[in-house]
């Protein structure tokens, strides 16, 4: 993607079958994948508040995508 602020709304009105959102789907998942890995790992107490606030961030993302 050429403009990382596009909206996933104007991704399906220009593409109804849904195609163009795979590559948001997969760099979610690459993400979800790195950041509980870390979580695994084990981080500092900061550090584990912030990684399980963007996991779950992650998360609502894919379960947004999944409804769309």
Same mark, same amino acid.
């Not at 109804?16 to 789907?25: E, R």
């Not at 993400?31 to 107490?45: H, V």
């Given at each position: 993607?050429?403009?990382?602020?596009?909206?996933?709304?104007?991704?399906?009105?220009?593409?109804?079958?849904?195609?163009?959102? =795979?590559?948001?789907?997969?760099?979610?998942?690459?993400?979800?994948?790195? +950041?509980? =890995?870390?979580?695994?790992?084990?981080?500092?107490? *900061?550090?584990?508040? =912030? !990684?399980? !606030?963007?996991?779950? !961030? +992650?998360? *609502? *993302?894919?379960?947004?995508?999944? =409804? +769309?």
């Amino acid at each position: 993607m050429s403009n990382p602020f596009i909206s996933v709304l104007d991704l399906m009105d220009n593409d109804p079958s849904g195609v163009s959102l =795979k590559p948001i789907q997969d760099e979610l998942l690459t993400m979800n994948t790195r +950041i509980r =890995k870390q979580m695994d790992a084990g981080l500092e107490p *900061a550090n584990m508040v =912030k !990684a399980q !606030a963007v996991y779950s !961030a +992650i998360q *609502a *993302a894919q379960s947004i995508l999944q =409804k +769309i």
